[in-house]
């Protein structure tokens, strides 16, 4: 009995935990190619232009550091991907240094794969102060689009919060090792 106990707990320790992550990019120097810094996510721009980390320390509560799209300092109007290693959930992120008020672009959410809807994102026109984009309402996003950004003076991108979700363990993998257990529960009874 004791053995089919720990067969159980060792099987729910398999199926694995959502894992929290924050990145705030204030480890990296000015100026860093972000693309594959974080295990969790790849960081891409429009065309061959790849994400940058830059140094701001004028922008509100995302001090030092923040992240844009461009050249190596970031025009920031251009356009963002983030592609996830695996499925995320609870998503949110700050957006930082908007000149204007309204709406600075656009966000596209992808869930397992699939396109799931088109967002705007709104930000208050102060630049010294970051403006939240909370995304907590999806899960399994597997990637997101920031593009038509409206600020001349373009927009950086802070402090990305969300959890990876656990990769489940397969039904055929469960079915197999229940019936391992039978067979291995049938054996003994008859011995």
Request: with cysteine.
């Amino acid at each position: 009995m004791k053995k089919i106990y720990l067969f159980v707990v060792l099987c729910v320790m398999l199926a694995g935990k959502a894992q929290a992550v924050v990145i705030d990019f204030d480890s990296l120097a000015d100026g860093t190619l972000v693309t594959n810094q974080f295990s969790e996510v790849t960081f891409s721009g429009t065309g061959a232009l790849p994400a940058y980390v830059l140094g701001f320390s004028a922008i509100g509560n995302s001090s030092p550091n923040v992240m844009a799209s461009g050249d190596v300092y970031g025009d920031g109007s251009r356009d963002t991907y983030l592609n996830f290693t695996l499925p995320v959930s609870n998503l949110s992120f700050l957006i930082v240094g908007d000149n204007s008020s309204g709406r600075a672009g656009l966000l596209d959410v992808y869930v397992n794969g699939l396109f799931a809807s088109t967002l705007s994102f709104m930000v208050d026109g102060d630049g010294g102060t970051a403006d939240l984009m909370d995304l907590t309402g999806f899960n399994d996003i597997t990637r997101i689009e920031m593009y038509s950004i409206t600020d001349i003076a373009g927009i950086g991108y802070d402090d990305f919060s969300f959890k990876v979700n656990a990769v489940p363990v397969p039904a055929a993998l469960w079915l197999f090792v229940s019936g391992l257990a039978g067979l291995i529960g049938f054996a003994r009874r008859k011995a």
